[in-house]
């Protein structure tokens, strides 16, 4: 079993709808990161969380530390939001990242 | 724009032979990971350096091997190459080297095919 677990793997949307994705960990974690991957490959950080909810535009991030659980979510959907999302937690005081599988989401006009 | 520069951005090459690719930092920025990213595996964790010094390993093969210079660039050497190294490879940065609000800034990444 993986550590992080996202679900769904792929999802498709209309233009303009809410969008959740989630992610579920099984490590002690000290932050969780959203990143998003476009098609050309490239990564940018969204958020880093540790507890509560964050919100920039429409995207906003909110993590449950004790059910090991975040959520991230997308306010009126745009075909620009088409990417990859990927969850992703620093293992207890460790640097590095330890990955989910990514959700590749795709917003249809 | 992250900051984070990689060389090359491609990079195609034979079974058995060596590469070096190639990351510098965000200005500031003292930590450097290197990950792998293959269709079949994801994302993973490949080496962590701070300052110059090893800090964390993660699932990084014998064959493969990397440095921080005094100038706090990386270079990630991947030698004896399979086609099952063939991946983007993402170095990104961060100020510090604990997890702690330690948000990480990561490069475009270098595509390798092995051939």
């Known amino acids: 079993k993986n550590e992080v677990e996202q679900s769904p793997q792929n999802l498709t949307a209309q233009e303009g709808e809410f969008i959740t994705i989630n992610c579920s960990y099984s490590v002690g974690i000290s932050a969780l990161h959203w990143l998003q991957q476009h098609p050309g490959g490239g990564i940018v950080s969204l958020f880093m969380l540790s507890s509560g909810k964050k919100k920039h535009g429409r995207l906003i991030a909110t993590i449950n530390i004790q059910e090991k659980h975040s959520s991230l979510h997308i306010t009126a959907s745009h075909p620009r939001d088409s990417a990859v999302y990927i969850c992703?937690?620093?293992?207890?005081?460790?640097?590095?990242?330890?990955f989910g599988k990514g959700t590749k989401l795709s917003v249809k006009p | 724009d992250s900051g984070v520069t990689q060389t090359p951005k491609h990079l195609i090459t034979a079974t058995g032979q060596r590469v070096t690719l190639r990351c510098s930092p965000r200005s500031g920025d003292l930590s450097v990971y290197w990950y792998q990213q293959s269709l079949d595996q994801g994302l993973q964790f490949l080496i962590q350096y701070y300052n110059g010094e090893e800090r964390a390993k993660g699932n990084i093969l014998e064959r493969f091997s990397a440095q921080q210079f005094p100038d706090l660039h990386s270079e990630l050497n991947l030698s004896s190459l399979e086609l099952g190294d063939s991946a983007l490879y993402f170095c990104?940065?961060?100020?510090?080297?604990?997890?702690?609000?330690?948000?990480?800034?990561f490069g475009p990444g270098t595509r390798l095919t092995v051939l």
């Open positions: 992703a937690v620093s293992p207890g005081s460790q640097g590095n990242l330890i």
């Open positions: 990104a940065s961060s100020v510090e080297w604990t997890s702690a609000y330690n948000e990480q800034f």
